[in-house]
């Protein structure tokens, strides 16, 4: 069962412009965390926020937390063209930490970014 | 250090068959995982494991088996290939120390079943 739900699916924007990125989840959290995928490569870790973090910021990304709505956004500033990718976010379900954590991964967003 | 390889890239497979997928990792990570990532699905664990000689039961298990023999390789096997495993499959390892439960991901193979 999908935990976290991002949203839109697809996203088109012009290099410069900002991208937003939305996720939500259904059960209460221990971290939250953001990953791309290049086409055709494996994924890879952009940041984590914790169930007690409001925002996180990473050179140009900046997440947010909202564990009232059960929700996370993802804003890449400044795009660029090297930002084309799908973006996951994945949830560790909170009491579940150690051996037993666990990542549960959304569907996805495509991101496009138009030179 | 290479991080988390994947052996093969690609695999074309007849109903029936069999075949094992390798997953190496030099970082020293305890933890292991296989998923599945198919489209519009996002990516679905299939089997885990928490140090060498052990293994656990993902989310879709089903037609799947793993063995964790040395640490650095935890190998997922398929006994009888069935079209539905068409997939790209990703291993992900992660430390046990640190507490940010970051995994970190293999380059993928690419799996058809005819």
């Known amino acids: 069962s999908q935990q976290g739900e991002e949203d839109p699916q697809a996203l088109s924007i012009q290099e410069g412009e900002n991208a937003t990125m939305n996720c939500s989840y259904k059960?209460?959290?221990?971290?939250l965390q953001w990953y791309r995928q290049n086409s055709g490569r494996g994924l890879v870790h952009l940041i984590l926020i914790r169930s007690n973090e409001r925002e996180k910021h990473s050179g140009r990304l900046r997440v947010t937390l909202d564990t009232s709505k059960k929700s996370s956004s993802l804003l890449i500033t400044a795009s660029r063209a090297a930002d084309t990718a799908s973006y996951f976010c994945a949830t560790v379900v909170r009491g579940y930490t150690g051996a037993n954590s666990k990542l549960t991964f959304g569907k996805g967003i495509t991101l496009s970014v138009r030179p | 250090n290479a991080g988390v390889t994947q052996t093969p890239k690609f695999r074309v497979l007849k109903t029936g068959q069999s075949m094992t997928l390798l997953c190496a990792q030099d970082?020293?990570?305890?933890?292991m995982y296989w998923y599945r990532q198919d489209p519009g699905m996002g990516l679905r664990l299939i089997h885990y494991?928490?140090?060498?000689?052990?293994?656990a039961k993902g989310e879709v298990p089903d037609g799947y088996n793993v063995s964790r023999l040395k640490k650095q390789n935890f190998l997922l096997g398929l006994e009888s290939a069935a079209p539905s495993q068409t997939s790209v499959y990703f291993c992900?390892?992660?430390?046990?120390?640190?507490?940010?439960?970051?995994?970190?991901f293999g380059p993928g193979t690419r799996l058809t079943v005819l």
């Open positions: 494991s928490v140090g060498e000689g052990t293994t």
């Open positions: 992900a390892s992660r430390p046990t120390l640190g507490g940010t439960d970051t995994q970190y």
């Open positions: 970082m020293n990570h305890e933890y």
């Open positions: 059960t209460s959290i221990n971290n």
